[in-house]
């Protein structure tokens, strides 16, 4: 199936030499052959200067200096002219169409796979066939232990996190609010959490312990560290970690001192002894 449309570069187009040294109506000629061009099969055009007089509107004009500036851009191939962007415009549609049309049918064989043998509600349907001179009755209650059966086994698997699963391996929310310094507005921060890709959470906790860790969060400063849901929603974990310093305590006489200041330096060293 051939393309309604090509794509069409306006940076590319007044930006070519041949293209400006053409005039209006050369230029018009250009645009309405390759338009021509598109809808062949092959994506060429005859090269024959009667036929491309005609094709191109420019009648007596083509032969008169028109034809020679409007050729330069076409190659010539066994009696066919083809402009080479334009077929390379063709081939990269042809190869897009056939890459979503693959990933059309893996997809749908996917939700076929996974949705076959099973009824509403999720619960897996297994029949039993039935053998000949099998009572009717004795078939029937096969069934329904089946199907009650599997029915008991998943709300089993739901209800126990800890029986191993294909969510195993997805970091909970919970862990997440565990290392996060500001504990306040959990739900908004629960429900920014659901919205993460479960390939990202465990890439997301490893650049969080490292802003805990060098203070780019203001955990000393719970006044301007932001809370959990919106530091998840405006992915704060592509941000680069700026460490800070520890703020400072107050000593004897409003002097102020940090961690690494010695004792000494502030008249302690008596109180030490």
Same mark, same amino acid.
């Given at each position: 199936?051939?393309?309604?449309?090509?794509?069409?570069?306006?940076?590319?187009?007044?930006?070519?030499?041949?293209?400006?040294?053409?005039?209006?109506?050369?230029?018009?000629?250009?645009?309405?052959?390759?338009?021509?061009?598109?809808?062949?099969?092959?994506?060429?055009?005859?090269?024959?200067?009667?036929?491309?007089?005609?094709?191109?509107?420019?009648?007596?004009?083509?032969?008169?200096?028109?034809?020679?500036?409007?050729?330069?851009?076409?190659?010539?191939?066994?009696?066919?002219?083809?402009?080479?962007?334009?077929?390379?415009?063709?081939?990269?549609?042809?190869?897009?169409?056939?890459?979503?049309?693959?990933?059309?049918?893996?997809? &749908?064989?996917?939700?076929?796979?996974?949705?076959?043998?099973?009824?509403?509600? #999720?619960?897996?349907?297994?029949?039993?066939?039935?053998?000949?001179?099998? *009572?009717? %009755?004795?078939?029937?209650?096969?069934?329904?232990?089946?199907?009650?059966?599997?029915?008991?086994?998943? &709300?089993?698997?739901?209800?126990?996190? *800890?029986?191993?699963?294909?969510?195993?391996?997805?970091?909970?929310?919970?862990?997440?609010? &565990?290392?996060?310094?500001?504990?306040?507005?959990?739900? &908004?921060?629960?429900?920014?959490?659901?919205?993460?890709?479960?390939?990202?959470?465990?890439?997301?906790?490893?650049?969080?312990?490292?802003?805990?860790?060098?203070?780019?969060?203001?955990?000393?400063?719970?006044?301007?560290?932001? %809370?959990?849901?919106?530091?998840?929603?405006?992915?704060?974990?592509?941000?680069?970690?700026?460490?800070?310093?520890?703020?400072?305590?107050?000593?004897? #006489?409003?002097?102020?001192?940090?961690?690494?200041?010695?004792?000494?330096?502030?008249?302690?060293?008596? *109180?030490?002894?």
């Amino acid at each position: 199936m051939k393309a309604p449309a090509f794509q069409f570069y306006p940076g590319d187009w007044l930006s070519s030499t041949k293209i400006t040294l053409m005039t209006p109506a050369e230029e018009g000629a250009y645009i309405r052959l390759l338009a021509v061009e598109w809808g062949e099969e092959d994506c060429g055009l005859p090269d024959n200067d009667q036929e491309l007089s005609v094709l191109s509107r420019l009648g007596k004009a083509w032969f008169e200096g028109s034809g020679s500036r409007i050729r330069c851009c076409f190659i010539s191939k066994n009696n066919r002219l083809f402009n080479e962007r334009l077929l390379s415009e063709r081939k990269k549609q042809e190869q897009w169409r056939k890459k979503s049309s693959e990933g059309g049918k893996k997809g &749908a064989k996917s939700r076929w796979s996974k949705g076959k043998g099973m009824r509403k509600g #999720g619960h897996e349907m297994v029949v039993t066939k039935r053998q000949p001179n099998d *009572d009717s %009755s004795s078939s029937s209650s096969s069934l329904k232990t089946s199907t009650k059966t599997n029915t008991t086994t998943k &709300a089993k698997d739901l209800s126990n996190p *800890d029986e191993t699963g294909p969510d195993d391996s997805v970091i909970s929310f919970e862990e997440f609010y &565990a290392l996060y310094p500001k504990h306040e507005s959990r739900e &908004a921060g629960r429900t920014a959490w659901k919205k993460i890709k479960d390939a990202d959470k465990p890439m997301i906790m490893e650049v969080l312990k490292k802003q805990v860790e060098a203070n780019h969060l203001n955990v000393y400063d719970k006044q301007h560290c932001p %809370s959990p849901g919106p530091w998840l929603n405006n992915k704060r974990w592509t941000d680069a970690i700026i460490p800070k310093k520890r703020p400072e305590q107050q000593g004897p #006489g409003n002097k102020i001192f940090s961690a690494t200041d010695s004792i000494t330096d502030f008249g302690l060293e008596q *109180d030490a002894r």
